[in-house]
């Protein structure tokens, strides 16, 4: 299926299936009469448009395209679906460590509690298709790495020790193990009852 970033029509009638599939092209050119009269591929007409079907295992498919053009992959295709222009950072398989762990179930959890009430309110606008088909296991995997290598990226050490660093007010309790060990080990620790 050719695929454009003008026509919206046909870009949100995508699914993350047939991106990894390898279904969608663009500027992929096909021999229409060719395929008309083939007994291996099929023409239909539905009301949409008319819809293609080709037997990849058929040995005639150098006859069936004038050009295969370039076949567009999930990240591409969901770049050109978002309406805003933040760039959403995408990683290659090839560039995970090896040792690379699936993200925190606490995580995946808070991800789908979020995205089932964006559902749940998006139901009564009769908007969910579109949602449901995109929303699998292995999109919720890879949300899941993708806020995690985010929060990697925004807290340093110094937003880390923004939260973690204690007032003279803060009690002995929100400590770390070595610095309420210290403080009590020392003769001069006042509490606020004591004067």
């Not at 040995?59 to 370039?70: I, M, P």
């Not at 995109?134 to 340093?156: F, H, Q, V």
């Not at 939260?163 to 006042?190: A, M, R, W, Y």
Request: hydrophobic fraction near 30%; glycine fraction near 4%; charge should be negative.
């Amino acid at each position: 299926m050719n695929i454009s970033e003008v026509d919206r029509t046909l870009l949100n009638s995508t699914n993350v299936y047939n991106a990894s599939n390898g279904e969608y092209h663009v500027n992929q050119n096909l021999n229409r009469t060719y395929i008309h009269n083939s007994k291996h591929h099929k023409l239909i007409e539905t009301p949409q448009g008319l819809k293609v079907v080709i037997d990849k295992k058929a040995n005639d498919l150098d006859k069936v395209f004038y050009a295969r053009g370039k076949v567009v992959p999930p990240d591409e295709l969901l770049n050109m679906m978002k309406l805003d222009s933040i760039k959403i950072p995408m990683k290659l398989r090839e560039e995970f460590k090896e040792d690379t762990k699936l993200p925190d179930s606490d995580l995946l959890k808070v991800i789908h509690y979020f995205v089932s009430k964006k559902l749940g309110e998006q139901t009564s606008k009769g908007d969910t298709n579109k949602m449901v088909q995109s929303m699998d296991e292995t999109a919720l995997i890879a949300m899941g790495l993708l806020i995690e290598s985010w929060c990697e990226e925004l807290i340093t050490d110094e937003t880390a020790r923004h939260f973690l660093t204690t007032h003279k007010d803060d009690p002995t309790i929100l400590l770390s193990d070595e610095e309420s060990d210290s403080k009590v080990n020392n003769e001069d620790v006042q509490y606020e009852h004591e004067e």
